[in-house]
Structure formats: structure tokens, C-alpha cells
């Protein structure tokens, strides 16, 4: 399959810890803490991730997306891949959480779209949500707003 060029690539300051922040989005306890409904993760390469949701958000989305994990170094790095939301492929998601002065640098990096229609919405639809969970995660860690 080609891919195209383009990827999600975000950065936020959490005002936390970088255990803390990585904790928050590669744990299913944490995850659930603020996003997610009774989601599991095996946290070694090769491990099955579940990300679940009931009644979640304005649109009260229930669903499930599974992928895998490939790379994980706490509370560095974290690497996987899931189901882009078209269905037809898998992207790579790669999480970077870097100690500051002020707290933790989260760098996220999405790619692996398809080229074509289908991958530019598939790409755009995660533009979209990575800016509203990354936005969601850090008022939660820092103020414990949960939406």
C-alpha cells in the first residue's frame, strides 16, 4: 500500500510528571481515569491494546479499537499500531514524553495513512481527535477536569 506523506504530529506541555503523563495514555487504568471505558493493554511488544468507549463525548460514541504495541520504555516512549478509522489499514502511532523545567513535553506522531480519498479522511478525522484528546489529557492532569 503507499502511504501518504502527510502525519499527525502534535506537541503539549503537561504540567505533570512525565510517569504521570505516560501513565495517563498507556495504561488501561489510566486511560480510563479520564477517556476511555474498561480498555485493556498488555504493555509489552506484541501486546493486544483495546481502547473501549460507552456513551463517550456529544456524540456518545460506543466502540472499541484494537491494535497492538510495539515499543515500550517507561516513561519515554511509547509505540503502536491501530486500525486507521476507515477500517482497511493500520497506522503507527508514536508517543515521545520528554521532562521539562514546567513538567512533560508529549510529542505524538501519527502515519501510515493511505494515499488517496479515503487515507486524507482517515488523516484528518485523527488531526481532529489527537487535538481533542491531547487537549482533554492535559486538563485532566494538570486541573482534574474530566470531561
Same mark, same amino acid.
Request: charged fraction near 30%; hydrophobic fraction near 35%.
Given at each position: 500500500?503507499?502511504?501518504?506523506?502527510?502525519?499527525?504530529?502534535?506537541?503539549?506541555?503537561?504540567?505533570?510528571?512525565?510517569?504521570?503523563?505516560?501513565?495517563?495514555?498507556?495504561? &488501561?487504568?489510566?486511560?480510563?481515569?479520564?477517556? +476511555?471505558?474498561?480498555?485493556?493493554?498488555? $504493555? %509489552?511488544?506484541? *501486546?493486544?491494546? !483495546?481502547?473501549?468507549?460507552?456513551?463517550?463525548?456529544?456524540?456518545?460514541?460506543?466502540?472499541?479499537?484494537?491494535?497492538?504495541?510495539?515499543?515500550?520504555?517507561?516513561?519515554?516512549?511509547?509505540?503502536?499500531?491501530?486500525? &486507521?478509522?476507515?477500517?482497511?489499514?493500520?497506522? +503507527?502511532?508514536?508517543?515521545?514524553?520528554? $521532562? %521539562?523545567?514546567? *513538567?512533560?513535553? !508529549?510529542?505524538?506522531?501519527?502515519?501510515?495513512?493511505?494515499?488517496?480519498?479515503?487515507?486524507?479522511?482517515?488523516?484528518?478525522?485523527?488531526?481532529?481527535?489527537?487535538?481533542?484528546?491531547?487537549?482533554?489529557?492535559?486538563?485532566?492532569?494538570?486541573?482534574?477536569?474530566?470531561?
Amino acid at each position: 500500500m503507499k502511504t501518504r506523506p502527510e502525519k499527525v504530529d502534535f506537541k503539549t506541555l503537561v504540567r505533570v510528571a512525565p510517569e504521570r503523563v505516560f501513565d495517563a495514555l498507556t495504561t &488501561a487504568r489510566g486511560l480510563d481515569e479520564w477517556f +476511555t471505558a474498561s480498555s485493556s493493554i498488555d $504493555p %509489552t511488544p506484541g *501486546g493486544l491494546i !483495546v481502547y473501549r468507549w460507552k456513551d463517550w463525548g456529544i456524540q456518545k460514541y460506543t466502540g472499541e479499537y484494537r491494535g497492538q504495541v510495539i515499543e515500550i520504555d517507561r516513561p519515554r516512549r511509547y509505540v503502536w499500531q491501530w486500525m &486507521a478509522d476507515s477500517g482497511g489499514y493500520d497506522t +503507527t502511532v508514536e508517543m515521545d514524553f520528554t $521532562p %521539562t523545567g514546567e *513538567g512533560t513535553l !508529549v510529542r505524538l506522531v501519527e502515519y501510515g495513512y493511505e494515499d488517496g480519498p479515503v487515507g486524507m479522511r482517515d488523516l484528518l478525522n485523527r488531526v481532529a481527535g489527537w487535538a481533542e484528546v491531547l487537549t482533554l489529557m492535559k486538563y485532566y492532569l494538570e486541573h482534574g477536569v474530566r470531561y
